[in-house]
């Protein structure tokens, strides 16, 4: 089985803010394979679907963004999930906007989401996509940004990316994170 888990808050104050874009992909993804209704579990939402031959659980969890840890760490304990078989998709404001970076390890780059992920399953060998978000404006705390929406243009443009982000997401599920490093990094 593989984990692909979308990063965000839950609740419609955080629908379609910056820091939502992993929720996004992820609805887009059970959108493409007609997954069905959502579930609670793991202090989340899931969904179990296929891909073809492979077996995948789709999680939101519902944690808020800096306890996302703990939702995966229950779901990877559950189903006794290999940490090559997970994939995170989360916002990053390091990024230009819409730009899509997959990455095999390493640190959080400060998405504590994600930095909690790593905390709590133990290691930063989880491989993630992240989806820019645009760069930090000046006299903006990280914060207050990453929960703004976006403006109309970038509200165009990302709805681009999260498609792709959905492409990406696929082909990952389909070959592995090297393949998809050199297919979709190298679009940036």
């Not at 209704?37 to 179990?48: H, I, P, S, T």
């Not at 990024?95 to 290691?123: E, N």
């Not at 709805?159 to 940036?188: G, P, Y």
Request: hydrophobic share 40%; aromatic share 8%.
């Amino acid at each position: 089985m593989k984990l692909i888990v979308g990063l965000g808050n839950p609740g419609r104050k955080y629908g379609r803010t910056r820091h939502n874009v992993g929720f996004e992909v992820v609805d887009e993804l059970a959108r493409r394979l007609a997954a069905g209704r959502k579930k609670y579990q793991f202090d989340g939402e899931v969904v179990e679907t296929r891909l073809g031959n492979h077996r995948l659980l789709l999680l939101w969890p519902q944690t808020y963004m800096n306890h996302s840890g703990v939702s995966v760490r229950q779901a990877v304990s559950f189903y006794r999930i290999d940490l090559v078989d997970i994939l995170i998709v989360c916002d990053d404001f390091n990024l230009p906007l819409a730009r899509l970076r997959f990455r095999p390890h390493g640190s959080d780059g400060g998405q504590k989401g994600l930095g909690d992920i790593l905390c709590q399953l133990g290691t930063q060998e989880i491989a993630r996509l992240r989806i820019g978000v645009g760069p930090l404006p000046p006299g903006w705390d990280a914060a207050g940004y990453v929960l703004s929406r976006f403006k109309k243009r970038e509200r165009e443009e990302m709805d681009s990316a999260v498609l792709r982000a959905a492409d990406a997401v696929q082909r990952w599920i389909e070959t592995d994170i090297n393949v998809c490093m050199n297919e979709f990094n190298a679009l940036e």
